[in-house]
């Protein structure tokens, strides 16, 4: 089934979930974990890519591997993420859920969303793969992708053949330890997120998503305190956290007043106050953490 959007909904035409908020903070919440080395070294790798690059992929256009490069056996993992590099504009459809695609994607830069859409295209957004992030979206049936994968911002992506990610994995025992580590760690956020889409209000579903997010961001150096930016629209986060967009807006816009969050600009998001926040959520985002970020 080809992609489709739903259109946003009224009450915050611009795609923003809140107003601008210019109240002082209670408290920027402490930083609850130091950025993972291995994501920053990944992340690197896709600031040089994009120096005196243009992203050149048109939307919609799928990802295909570039042949296999020698020394695929030999390199450094960063040399071959390196060769195998792939420009998405924001919007394009990397992966379709269905189609034939034996592949591993490692984000350099940028945010992906992996989904599920409905026969009539309603869409659930099962989660955001962030900057330093693995994807192997091959099925059990080893030879097709499970879930669709898009482009939510400009992106830089190193797209392999299955096959050269698992000789990596062979090769570098710390790669392949790391890689376990992030198995865990979605494991355990999906595990979160399913529990609050499932029994959680929309007020805890939205304090959950910000928090887990404030925690990925936080692990590689993408909080400033307790501010941060995210790249989507009400529609994501309401794909995200199975609300419509509307629904998303007005709990933003309540948060926001009670002075829990501020809302700038297009989702510049900063927490004033952790506490209430992560009491809404009930989480607690040290914990949460421990859980889902992978350090080396």
Same mark, same amino acid.
């Given at each position: 089934?080809?992609?489709?959007?739903?259109?946003?909904?009224?009450?915050?035409h611009?795609?923003?979930v809140?107003?601008?908020?210019?109240?002082?903070?209670k408290?920027?919440?402490?930083?609850?974990?130091?950025?993972?080395?291995?994501?920053?070294?990944?992340?690197?790798?896709?600031?040089?890519?994009?120096?005196?690059?243009?992203?050149?992929t048109?939307?919609?256009?799928?990802?295909?591997?570039?042949?296999?490069?020698?020394? *695929?056996?030999?390199? /450094?993992? #960063?040399?071959?993420l390196s060769s195998w590099? %792939?420009?998405? $504009?924001? &919007?394009?459809?990397? +992966?379709?859920?269905?189609?034939?695609?034996?592949?591993?994607?490692?984000?350099?830069?940028?945010?992906?969303?992996?989904?599920?859409?409905?026969?009539?295209?309603?869409?659930?957004?099962?989660?955001?793969?962030?900057?330093?992030?693995?994807?192997?979206p091959?099925?059990?049936?080893?030879?097709?992708?499970?879930?669709?994968i898009?482009?939510?911002?400009?992106?830089?992506?190193?797209?392999?053949?299955?096959?050269?990610?698992?000789?990596?994995l062979?090769?570098?025992?710390?790669?392949r330890?790391? *890689?376990?580590?992030? /198995?865990? #760690?979605?494991?355990?956020?999906?595990?979160? %997120?399913?529990? $609050?889409? &499932?029994?959680?209000? +929309?007020?805890?579903?939205i304090?959950?998503?910000?928090?887990?997010?404030?925690?990925r961001?936080?692990?590689?150096?993408?909080v400033?305190?307790?501010?941060?930016?995210?790249?989507?629209?009400?529609?994501?986060?309401?794909?995200?956290?199975?609300?419509?967009?509307?629904?998303?807006?007005?709990?933003?816009?309540?948060?926001?007043?009670?002075?829990?969050?501020?809302?700038?600009?297009?989702?510049d998001?900063?927490?004033?106050?952790?506490?209430?926040?992560?009491?809404?959520?009930?989480?607690?985002?040290?914990?949460?953490a421990?859980?889902?970020?992978?350090?080396?």
């Amino acid at each position: 089934m080809p992609p489709t959007r739903r259109p946003a909904d009224q009450g915050c035409h611009d795609g923003r979930v809140g107003p601008q908020d210019d109240t002082a903070p209670k408290s920027n919440g402490s930083r609850v974990t130091g950025p993972s080395a291995s994501c920053r070294a990944l992340v690197q790798i896709g600031d040089a890519q994009m120096t005196g690059s243009h992203l050149q992929t048109p939307p919609h256009a799928r990802a295909r591997p570039r042949p296999r490069r020698d020394g *695929d056996r030999g390199s /450094r993992p #960063g040399k071959v993420l390196s060769s195998w590099v %792939r420009r998405y $504009r924001a &919007g394009a459809i990397i +992966a379709l859920d269905g189609e034939e695609l034996r592949t591993a994607f490692v984000v350099l830069s940028g945010w992906l969303a992996v989904s599920k859409l409905t026969r009539d295209g309603q869409k659930q957004i099962i989660d955001f793969a962030l900057p330093g992030d693995f994807l192997n979206p091959t099925s059990a049936d080893n030879a097709t992708v499970a879930v669709q994968i898009e482009a939510v911002s400009p992106a830089i992506v190193s797209v392999m053949p299955v096959t050269v990610w698992h000789r990596l994995l062979d090769k570098f025992d710390d790669l392949r330890a790391l *890689d376990a580590r992030c /198995r865990a #760690g979605v494991q355990s956020r999906w595990s979160e %997120r399913m529990l $609050r889409l &499932g029994k959680g209000r +929309a007020e805890t579903r939205i304090a959950y998503a910000l928090i887990e997010l404030y925690v990925r961001l936080d692990a590689i150096g993408e909080v400033s305190d307790g501010a941060f930016h995210l790249p989507l629209t009400q529609v994501h986060m309401g794909d995200f956290a199975g609300l419509s967009s509307v629904h998303v807006c007005r709990t933003m816009q309540r948060l926001s007043r009670q002075g829990v969050i501020r809302v700038r600009d297009h989702m510049d998001i900063a927490i004033l106050d952790m506490d209430s926040l992560s009491t809404i959520a009930g989480i607690d985002p040290a914990t949460l953490a421990d859980q889902i970020v992978a350090m080396p």
